[in-house]
């Protein structure tokens, strides 16, 4: 509790007598802290949490409303994305939030990283302390403070330090040797979040210290991916599922199998020859590629300049199309297989409503869950319809589409790439919806803000709403640029730091690692003292036990509805950042926050998986496991490379080269060992 | 994609809830369902219109309704259609083999 408004003092002076002044009134603060809440939130649940170590402290009373709203500018609400924010975490000073709520919310996520940062500021203050040298004093401080300095000034205010706030403010123009970095400070001040807190705290890390928190982002990150690879399987799993059982049902003696499209130009005969066989399935496959190539085309086109509500009812076209009449295709096949009697009346009946409920559902308002579902389903019927391709040409159009789908993600003026970049460029125009209805693309993208991980649930709406809501707007937007340019640049050696930080550090978040842009972890802070991990972990329990008892937020929604209430909060701010890739396809967005993967990839995944089908189940097997080794390939690299990526090429090759394996050496073996009662 | 339902005003849960429940007329009980489903975890809300309740009762009612007409009219159907001869053929999407 006594770090409760430690903050501010860090900031204030910087000078031993300072702390000692700011510690000894750390109580303070602290019953000014959770009356404001309990005003705020108008709930004397929260009393506990503003008691609890990791406080937000108050900058908000009354006179110091303007200074700190202009300070939130800064740096959005950790949890919600909201600007301003007021608040901060008393205890490493590093997060803001915009409500008690949020904090408490995000709670869960941050406390590691918290405890993390004030363990580095001790050992940086006692680095400090044996200086000794007012000077070095001198210098650290104005690099901490440039990164909250207003709330300070605000949160001084609160705890009765007006003398130290002169100071502070004096503090700037007296110190000419730093005149070049207060500048630089100045300069980035204005820039959003997180970043500009790089290049001021970054030169106080030792080298050794550099390389232990990269390690430790490194880990965060790899189990991150871990988690979200968890997370996407589900959706391509059962996507692949439901494939499997449309094929087998429709295998199963129905007369209304999908057939091959009109517009292929050649038909395979058990007659004709290996050669005939490679060069017309080459020709039908060449068709349908380029029906996509040029598709894709347009829609980059419409969408570069802008033409969102086109694109949109194309969209809807296609969706109608594919849940109304795919949908009647597979009921004709389940109804025959399963010898259903069904009239007419019933069942143009159900497939309206099934239809229309999709398509509202998925373009205009619904539970989350609810759209995925919907999602799945329509990505099964378009592999489903797919399976009509014959054998040859389906395995034709798979290669081509690895090629195309590598040529569009990496090349520099593939479609997607450009429909990225321009989506990243123009972020407004970005329409929740293209990320939903993306089921064209073929890419895996990064995410972009990990930081949901647990607001998967969330809807994008969030991010719409912060776009529509003017003000937030730009800095949304400028948030989410300058999170792009950090990742982009983010290759350059020192360059990357910064840019690996504002892409990573809400990785460490999303893997309640502690992770905490490890700049943060060293500014200096005496207060800090009493404040132990061990103390900020009793508080997260007493925060957890507090959250199932009567919620401390909302006066609506118990448990739930705070937890949903962090989720959605985040999405907001990835969603800003998730204008970098447009790309991305919802389906993952259920997956968790940043991790993207477009429904083509779906698609295809299992149009492979349903051809392998078609054969044998030991192949059924054999090719999931093949497309789902490779889809964590694929993620693996994403890791790695922190930059959209085609998902096709490496899950397809596995499944092709599997598929042949198993029906060319495997089933045959199989077929001999089994005569023959043999078990391995 | 929509915004989470949690964080919908109570006026903007109003509208949504009331376009759903008047698009349910249009032959689509699966929009009612759809609107309770929707509305379900904010329907304690205090600050939520009483008109919401509303429209969700209505919604249950009338869902239901149209389901119980549906459940009837498919077993009637399945029970004569044999009985209806050419009638009953045309209406079915599939003629069952073997029956």
Redesign the interface.
Known sequence: MSSTDTAKTSSSGGHPSNDAQSSSTARQPDSEASPFADTTVGNAANEPIAAGAANITAGGSPGQQGADDSDGDDQPCQACGVFPARFQCSACQSVRYCSQECQASDWRIHYRECAEIVAAMKEEQEQENGDGTAAAVGQSQPRSRTSVPRLQQGQSGDAGHESLQDGQNDRPASDDPLGAEAANVRATANRPRRRPREPRRRPRLTAEQIAAFEEAERIADMKFYMLQVYKIIKPVVICICLSILWVKISMAGSDYRPTQSSYTVYTETPTSTVSQNILGSLANAGIIIAQIVIVTIIIVVLFKRGHIKVLIGFFMVVVAMLLGFMGYILLLNLIQVLRIPLDYVTMSFALWNFAATGLVSVFWKGPMWLQQVYLTVMSSLMAFSLTGLAEWTTWMLLALLVVWDLIAVLCPFGPLKILVESSRNQNQEVPALLYTVNAVWFMASPPNSILDREADKANEAIEFENLTSGQSNSHAFTQGHARATGRDGGSISSAGASSRNSGLDSTFAASGISRTSSSMALVPNSNRDDFTPIESRENIELRERQRSGPSPGRSYGPEDGNRQQSGPPRRSEDREERGEDPTGDDDDDDDGGGLKLGLGDFVFYSVLIARAAMFDWVTTMCCTVAVLTGMNATIFLLAIYQKALPALPISICFGMLFYFATRFALVPFLAVLGPSQIFI | ???????MGSHEILV?SRK?FL?GF??????WV?NI??IW??R????LSPQVRRYLIMSGVLSIAMFVI?AT??GV??DH?LNWGARGDT????L????
């Open positions: 994609m929509a915004k989470p339902i949690e964080r949504v759903l698009g249009c032959l689509l009980p699966f929009l759809f489903l929707y975890p904010v304690n809300r205090p600050d549906f009219w498919y159907f399945v259609r209406l079915t999407v599939v069952v083999k073997g029956v």
